[in-house]
Structure formats: C-alpha cells, structure tokens
C-alpha cells in the first residue's frame, strides 16, 4: 500500500516561492503511477494544483500553470511542487496524492498547512 | 473548463437514512471521468466511486452512484456515523476540477 508524506515549510512570505515534497513509500514513483497536488483553502473546497508522470510528462490546472512546477526525484522516490510569488490566497492545506490513472486519486497524504504571511 | 454544481450544500440526517447527493455538470461529460470522495473532519479526501458507478478498493456497499450527461447522484443508502462528512465530485476531462462539497451533517 503506498504512503505519502507531504513535508517542507508551514510559513512562506508573499511574492516568494512556495516549495513541497512528497515522499512517497509503499511504492515507487517510477511504477507507472501518476503522482499529484491538491489543496484546500481553510474551511473551503478542494483545488487540483498539477499530475506528473514518471515520463516526465505533467499536467496543470490553467488557472495555476503560470506559477506551478512539478517535478520528481526517482532516486529518492519523491515529487515536488513549486508555487511561484504566492499571495495570501495561497494560504492552504496542501495535499500529494497519487493513483494508477490520472483521473483520479486514490492514495492522499495527511495534509501540510503552509501560511503565506509576512 | 466544465464546472461541477453540487446540491444540497448542506444535508441534515440520522443515523440509519438514505443521503441522496447531486452533482451537475456545466455540461456533458463521460461517465468514466466522474469520481466521488468522502472528506472526514481534519483528514484527506478518501475516493468512494469512480466512473461514476465503480467502488474503490474497501469502500463498502451502501455507497452507489448513478448518472449520465449532467447529473450525477451519489446515495448512502444508511448512514453510518463515519459517513457524517463533506463530498466532493470530481471530473477528470482536459483539467482536473472538483465540485463546492455537500456536507452531511447528523440531525
């Protein structure tokens, strides 16, 4: 069963960069999986960030693709995200999440809170 | 960009009843790229159904979906206390977009 594991900081200023990872165990994020992004705003919905897959290829929400880079570390079987010149409207749970399909997502991370405060 | 319009916002029941939850979308979509999530309080989002109709691995029986074009219906048919939640719809076409979440509350 694959386990993810979201990590990096819980604090990030305006206008810098917001970087995440996920470690992925259980699995391998060469096994032909798809591994992606979601967050959540406090007390909102649900907002799909990018997909990636181990064949480089990558996939973003529109409204996002400007600020977003995902990318993936096969020799320690991580991915990551990037979010560029983050506002308060960035403040969100962040979650990684992964299935065999990119339609959907099966397994999900516990979640990391990152502020975007001065 | 399909939007996904959920309904009601808020559904308040008892232990034991059947929940009836819709999902609209902006316009047609496949049956194969709609998908249902639980969200408990404080924890990930959790897949129930994909494909519209498709359980995924655990989720018991009393959870069914139905649908085609664009409505879509997610029913527990008795509601089990871990079921008092939030749902969320989800279509997968040239992005990824969920629907606002209907949330179950117990009564």
């Known amino acids: 069963q694959v386990r993810l594991q979201e990590s990096g900081p819980g604090l990030v200023k305006p206008s810098e960069t917001l970087s995440l990872t996920c470690t992925v165990s259980?699995?391998?994020?060469?096994?032909?999986?798809?591994w992606g992004w979601v967050r959540q705003p406090p007390g909102k919905g649900l907002e799909w960030i990018a997909t990636?897959?181990?064949?480089?290829?990558?996939y973003y929400n529109p409204s996002l693709k400007s600020r977003v880079t995902i990318s993936m570390d096969t020799s320690n079987d991580q991915f990551s995200l990037s979010l560029t010149s983050v506002t308060a409207a960035d403040t969100a749970v962040y979650f990684c999440?992964?299935?065999?399909?990119?339609?959907?997502?099966?397994?999900w991370g516990q979640g990391t809170l990152v502020t975007v405060s001065s | 960009e399909i939007v996904l319009t959920q309904s009601p916002g808020t559904l308040s029941l008892s232990p034991g009843e059947r929940a009836t939850l819709s999902c609209r979308a902006s316009?047609?979509?496949?049956?194969?790229?709609l998908a249902w999530y639980r969200q408990k309080p404080g924890q990930a989002p959790g897949l129930l159904l994909y494909?519209?109709?498709r359980r995924a691995a655990g989720i018991p029986n009393r959870f069914s979906g139905t649908g085609s074009g664009t409505d879509f219906t997610l029913i527990i048919s008795r509601l089990e206390p871990e079921d008092f939640a939030v749902y969320y719809c989800?279509?997968?076409?040239?992005?990824?977009?969920f629907g606002p979440g209907t949330r179950v509350d117990m009564k």
């Open positions: 316009e047609t979509i496949h049956v194969n790229d």
């Open positions: 494909s519209t109709y």
């Open positions: 259980g699995d391998s994020v060469t096994s032909g999986s798809y």
């Open positions: 989800q279509h997968y076409g040239s992005s990824l977009t």
């Open positions: 999440a992964s299935d065999i399909r990119s339609s959907w997502f099966f397994s």
């Open positions: 990636i897959h181990q064949t480089g290829k990558t």
